[in-house]
């Protein structure tokens, strides 16, 4: 029992720094005055962040209440689904007259979804991941980033951290250079997508699935917003995963507003939302000062961070096993010209 009690405060001590670091990632998420800030700083920026609204919140979201409120009570008055006085109508002839109304309102419905709302849809999705990648451009530069490595302030104090910085090269220049960031966006594009596949299933998981997948989300929207900011501050992909996973806490606090505000609608009404706020919480995560909020946290703990949690181990598993299948050739390997 006694030795019992050591384990049972390292626990509380755990949970409580856990708890902390959830609560500055949910409150530095909610900072939504410096989005303004910035906006005033950058007339592009205020610009790009106005179109991003204007199509996602008021062409698309407008479409879909103008549906709700207005095209179907329309078509329901036109095409009813009971008659006041069926007295003078054969049982048989009122149902089918129900059924054809019925088939004609729902068809007419589809045909609105069909040549207007996904049409919108894959405009929108395409035209917004130009302009999300525009807005984090905009914001970094009316921030002031020089484009160095903001992870940096972490390495230099950390204990943890600083032992896997002393053995790190530096990444060649010229092509090679060229060549290793196309395959970090090959593999992140990869780990994502898997990702991705892996928090859609837990939603049908019993019992448990909902409250796993509001925290997967969670992970996998601040990781999306931040990862605008480590690519302009070109920190390199390993580095990227160590600092996340190695502070969930604080990018599960920080993913959760974006989830609550898409968690309970429908999936259109929910990108819609998500559309509209994405690119305000990349504008917090660009000006978000994480590294150092985490650092300050770690030196009240005196230097204990918490338990790495391998969130993306099986995304990185699996995409290490595609990419092996991808054959490729060494120098070695290629035949010599001389030879031809």
Same mark, same amino acid.
């Given at each position: 029992?006694?030795?019992?009690?050591? *384990?049972?405060?390292?626990?509380?001590?755990?949970?409580?720094?856990?708890?902390?670091?959830?609560?500055?990632?949910?409150?530095?998420? @909610? @900072?939504?005055?410096?989005?303004?800030?910035? @906006?005033l700083r950058s007339r592009n920026l205020l610009i790009r962040t106005g179109q991003c609204f204007l199509l996602n919140g008021f062409i698309f979201l407008g479409s879909i209440l103008v549906l709700k409120s207005i095209v179907i009570p329309t078509l329901k008055w036109i095409l009813p689904d009971h008659f006041s006085d069926i007295s003078s109508q054969e049982p048989s002839t009122f149902g089918s007259i129900?059924? *054809?109304?019925? #088939?004609?309102?729902?068809?007419?419905?589809?045909?609105?979804?069909?040549?207007?709302?996904y049409p919108l849809y894959v405009f929108s999705f395409i035209l917004s991941t130009i302009w999300y990648n525009e807005i984090a451009k905009f914001g970094f530069t009316a921030m002031g980033r020089d484009g160095h490595n903001v992870l940096e302030p972490l390495s230099q104090d950390d204990p943890t951290t600083a032992s896997d910085n002393s053995g790190s090269t530096e990444k060649p220049a010229g092509l090679g250079r060229v060549m290793i960031g196309i395959g =970090?966006?090959?593999?992140?594009?990869?780990?994502?997508?898997?990702? #991705?596949?892996?928090?859609?299933?837990?939603?049908?998981?019993?019992?448990?699935?909902?409250?796993?997948n509001f925290v997967l989300l969670s992970w996998m929207y601040a990781y999306y917003c931040f990862e605008y900011k480590w690519n302009l501050s070109e920190v390199a992909l390993d580095r990227r995963?160590? #600092?996340? =996973?190695?502070?969930?806490?604080? #990018?599960?606090?920080?993913?959760?507003?974006?989830?609550?505000?898409i968690f309970f609608f429908s999936p259109l009404v929910s990108y819609g939302v998500m559309a509209v706020l994405f690119p305000l919480f990349v504008l917090t995560a660009t000006s978000s000062e994480a590294e150092q909020l985490v650092l300050s946290q770690r030196r009240r703990w005196k230097g204990e961070g918490l338990i790495r949690l391998p969130i993306f181990y099986a995304a990185d598993t699996l995409s290490m096993q595609i990419l092996s299948l991808i054959p490729l050739e060494s120098p070695e390997q290629m035949p010599d010209n001389k030879e031809l």
């Open positions: 029992m006694e030795t019992a009690k050591p *384990l049972i405060r390292v626990f509380r001590s755990k949970v409580k720094q856990a708890s902390l670091l959830w609560l500055e990632g949910f409150r530095e998420a @909610c @900072c939504l005055h410096r989005v303004v800030i910035l @906006c129900l059924k *054809l109304y019925s #088939f004609l309102r729902v068809g007419l419905v589809q045909l609105f979804y069909l040549f207007w709302f =970090e966006q090959v593999y992140s594009i990869l780990l994502l997508s898997i990702f #991705f596949l892996e928090v859609y299933a837990t939603g049908f998981l019993p019992y448990i699935g909902k409250a796993l995963l160590d #600092f996340f =996973e190695s502070n969930w806490a604080f #990018f599960a606090g920080f993913g959760s507003p974006c989830v609550l505000a």
